[in-house]
């Protein structure tokens, strides 16, 4: 099938399909036994991100129990500062940890063999497209400058960024140059996936939220702008997805600014302005996650909200944030087939 032709691909160039084609954050990962089961063969989190043979097959699980319209390519947002040097591991049960980085270290960064290093998540992409149903679109994806900022600079995940708002106003001639080398790392990782066969890429900045006005503007905006400027120009049939997580108000004009093709929303968005916002273009979620771990009438009625005030335009239905692993799977059973009927 042409790529054109994949439904998730058709929402993106704007059209209104329904039922609307829908994926899921995060839809490979823990909640699926035979995900935890291929974890554990794999060694560590960084090792099964680098082997195509184990992320083929993980970010085909979803698809075989789901059949979404979308599968993301397995890897993670930190393979970028892991493929910088900065020593990434995931411990079991602590989530990320990185040497944290400072205005000298910024300095000394090396940004040579980043692509080379990354070349087996290429690998896995081009696997991907083969293996997957033809009808089933391919998303790459790479982290928002800010929000992989914010692991390189604390060295580990933090509840409000605080080390990088912090090190950002203390230190905002580092900070720029190490958003300008995020982005223009993060513009070649996108051209290679897309090159190795991905259909659209989703840019995560999770974290965009925590930033004053001021700060959305440099610190979210303009990076996130500068790769999609790099993408299109080199790639000009390029289709992104941005994901400005609890940016609210902020969203107004971030499509029209970073010239991203559609805006993916978290569950704070209120519906009547994510209408708003779809106006100008295709959005993209925004089921909040424990609605999906609750099931029942709290899944039920947040999936009808959404329908209800998105259906009509183009929409692909997703949750506001990954999935959490403590979801039942037979919940994303239910949220699919009542997406799927839909209208
Ligand atoms: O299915 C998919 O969505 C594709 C794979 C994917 C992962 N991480 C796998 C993963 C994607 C797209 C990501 C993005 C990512 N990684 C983001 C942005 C999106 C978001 O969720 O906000 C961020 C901030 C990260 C950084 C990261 N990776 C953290 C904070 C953690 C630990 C938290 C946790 O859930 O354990 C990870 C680890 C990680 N990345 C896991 C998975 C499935 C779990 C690790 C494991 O299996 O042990």
Redesign the pocket.
Known sequence: MDNSQRRLMRVISGETLTPPPIW???????YLPE??ET?KEAGS?LD??YSPEKAVE??LQ?IRRYAFDAA???????VVPDALRRNVR?S?GR??ELDPIDAEGIARLKADNVIEHLSPVFETVKRLRKELPSETALLG?C?APW?VAT?MIAGH?TPDQAPARLFAYQNPGAFEALLSILADISADYLVAQIDAGADAV?I?D??AGVLGEREFEDYAIKPVTRIIAAVKSRRPQARIIA?A?NAGYLLKDYRRKTGADVIGLDWSVPLSFAAELQKEGPVQGNLDPMRLVAGGHALEDGIDDILHHLGQGPLIFNLG?????QTNPNHVTALVNRVRKAL
Not at 24 to 30: C, H, I, K, N
Not at 321 to 325: C, F, L
Request: charged residues 15%; hydrophobic residues 40%; aromatic residues 20%.
């Open positions: 899921l954050m995060r839809q490979a990962g823990r995900y935890r974890r989190f099964l991100c993980v970010t979803p993301i390519l397995f890897s993670d947002i930190l995931f079991e989530g990320p994806f982290g929000t692991y995940g989703q995560f999770s974290w994901f997580k944030h990954g999935i959490v692993p």
